[in-house]
C-alpha cells in the first residue's frame, strides 16, 4: 500500500468560511424572512472592467482562425503581458523580463514557492494572516504538530495586533523563510516603507528571505506605504513579490497573477555554495506549469490600457468608498476599527474583547450581518473580527445603519 504524505494529517480541518456558511445557513432555515446581509465575502463582486471583457473577445476570436490560433505560450508568461508589468508595476526598479513569472493566481504562487526550499528551513508568518502560508509549510513538513493554543510547533509567529500598531516585531531567533503580507489579510493595515525596511534589513543581516505577498497593493491609498517591496532597493538581494490580478481587476474566477523574483536574490545548497533562487524558480515553474490561458492574459495585458486603469480605478474606488462607509460607521457606533484605508478589509475590536465567534453569531442574530471571526486567521486575531467592502453599496450601507442603530452592546 503507498505511504501518504502524513503532514497532511497535521493540518487544521478547513474550519473556518465552512463553519460561517453552516451558523448562516442555520439562521436563515430558521429564519427565513430575516435579510441577511454578507460582508464576509473575500471575493469581488463587480464585472471585470470593459477593457479586459473586450481584449478577451478578441482573443477567443483569434483562436477561431489557424492564422492567429495560440497553442502551448511560454510558461513564464507573453513578453507582451511582462512588459507591461515591468512599465507600468516596476518602472525604474531594475526589475527584468526573465525576473516577473506569470502564472493562474498568487494563490498557487505562494503556496508553490516553498518546495524550493529545503524543508529544513524555518518559517515565520504574521499572526492572524491568510492562511495559505501556513498550510502549504505544514503539507511539506516545515512544522510539527498543532497544539492546544491553535499554534504549530516550531513556526515563528508574529502578533500583528492593536497592542504593537500591527507592526510586528522582527523574530528573537533567525528565522529562513518570512511570510509578509501588505496591505493584510485579514487586518486590512500595511506597513510603511521605514517598517519594511527594517525586515529587509533584518533578512539581509540573517541572510532569510522575505516572501512578499501583494495582492491587494492596488488598494494602497497613502504614500508613505510601498507598492512593491523592491521600493526598498535592497529588497532585490532578499525578497520575492507575490502579485494578482485578482482583487485588482476582478480576475477571482479569471485567474491570473505572477511572482517577481530577482536574479540577485540567493539561498545557499547542501555544499555551501551560494544559489540564484530564479533559476531554480524557473525550472519549478516551466517542469510544472504550463503557461496562463493566452485569453486570459490579453485581459490582463487589458488593464494596462488607459481605458483599462480607468475602469480598474473605479473598481477599486467603489470597493474602497464601502471601506470608508464601514470604517466611518463603525467608528460612530464606537467600535474600534482598522484598515479599510489602504486595503478592502475593516477590522475590528469586537467590544468588551468577545470572543470572535460569540461575536459572530451576536451579529447574525441581532442584525443579520455575517462577517468573519478574526480568530480564524491565526491566535492573535481572537477578539478580533473582519468585515469587507466587496459588497453592493446599497447593501454596505444597510449593514452599517443596522449595526449603528440596532447592535446593543
Ligand atoms: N494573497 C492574499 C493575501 C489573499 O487574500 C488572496 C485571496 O484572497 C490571495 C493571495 C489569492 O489570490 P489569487 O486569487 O491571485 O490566487
Known amino acids: ?17 465552512r463553519e460561517t456558511a453552516r451558523r448562516r445557513a442555520a439562521f436563515i432555515e430558521a429564519h427565513p424572512e430575516a435579510d441577511v446581509i454578507s460582508l464576509g465575502i473575500g471575493d469581488v463582486t463587480l464585472p471585470l472592467p ?15 482562425s489557424a492564422d492567429t490560433f495560440r497553442g502551448y505560450g511560454p510558461e513564464q508568461g507573453y513578453s507582451f503581458l511582462v512588459d507591461k508589468i515591468i512599465e507600468n508595476n516596476y518602472k525604474g526598479l531594475g526589475i527584468e523580463s526573465d525576473e516577473v513569472f506569470v502564472s493562474d493566481g498568487a494563490k498557487s504562487d505562494c503556496g508553490n514557492i516553498q518546495e524550493i526550499f529545503s524543508t529544513d528551513n524555518t518559517i515565520a508568518i504574521t499572526d492572524p494572516v491568510y492562511p495559505v502560508y501556513l498550510d502549504t509549510n505544514v503539507m511539506a513538513g ?10 504549530y510547533q516550531g513556526v515563528t509567529y508574529l502578533a500583528c495586533n492593536a497592542e504593537n500598531n500591527f507592526c510586528p516585531e522582527l523574530p528573537e531567533k533567525p528565522v529562513d523563510l518570512i511570510y509578509l503580507c501588505c496591505p493584510n489579510n485579514p487586518t486590512g493595515t500595511t ?39 523592491f521600493e526598498i532597493p535592497e529588497a532585490k538581494n532578499c525578497a520575492i513579490e507575490f502579485r494578482s490580478f ?17 536574479k ?3 539561498g545557499k545548497a547542501a555544499d555551501g555554495s551560494r544559489q540564484a533562487l530564479n533559476p531554480l524558480w524557473n ?6 506549469f504550463n503557461g496562463t490561458a493566452y485569453i486570459i492574459q490579453r485581459g490582463a495585458e487589458a488593464i494596462f490600457t488607459p481605458e483599462g486603469k480607468t475602469q480598474v480605478k473605479e473598481m477599486i ?39 470572535s465567534w460569540d461575536f459572530f453569531d451576536k451579529l447574525l442574530n441581532d442584525v443579520h450581518i455575517v462577517g468573519t471571526p478574526g480568530a480564524g486567521f491565526g491566535p492573535c486575531g481572537e477578539g478580533y473580527f473582519r468585515l469587507t467592502s466587496f459588497g453592493n453599496r446599497e447593501k454596505t450601507i444597510e449593514a452599517v445603519d443596522r449595526i449603528k442603530n440596532s447592535l446593543k452592546f
Open 1 to 17: 500500500m503507498a505511504n501518504i504524505n502524513d503532514n497532511y494529517l497535521k493540518l487544521a480541518g478547513s474550519y473556518l468560511f
Open 50 to 64: 470593459q477593457a479586459c471583457i473586450q481584449a478577451m473577445h478578441k482573443a477567443v476570436d483569434e483562436m477561431a
Open 142 to 151: 516545515r512544522t510539527g504538530t498543532l497544539q492546544p493554543d491553535g499554534r
Open 191 to 229: 506597513l510603511t516603507r521605514e517598517q519594511l525596511k527594517k525586515w529587509v534589513d533584518y533578512a539581509l543581516e540573517h541572510d532569510s528571505i522575505i516572501l512578499f505577498d501583494a495582492a491587494y497593493n492596488a488598494y494602497i491609498t497613502e504614500e508613505d506605504v510601498p507598492r512593491t517591496i
Open 246 to 262: 485578482s482583487k485588482t481587476a476582478g480576475f477571482t474566477g479569471t485567474r491570473c497573477g505572477y511572482i517577481v523574483l530577482p
Open 264 to 266: 540577485t536574490v540567493t
Open 283 to 288: 525550472r519549478r515553474h516551466t517542469t510544472k
Open 317 to 355: 474606488g467603489y470597493y474602497m468608498e464601502n471601506a470608508r462607509i464601514i470604517r466611518e460607521g463603525l467608528t460612530a457606533a464606537g467600535v474600534t476599527a482598522f484598515g479599510g484605508i489602504n486595503a478592502p478589509y475593516i477590522w475590528l475590536k469586537t467590544p468588551d474583547s468577545m470572543p
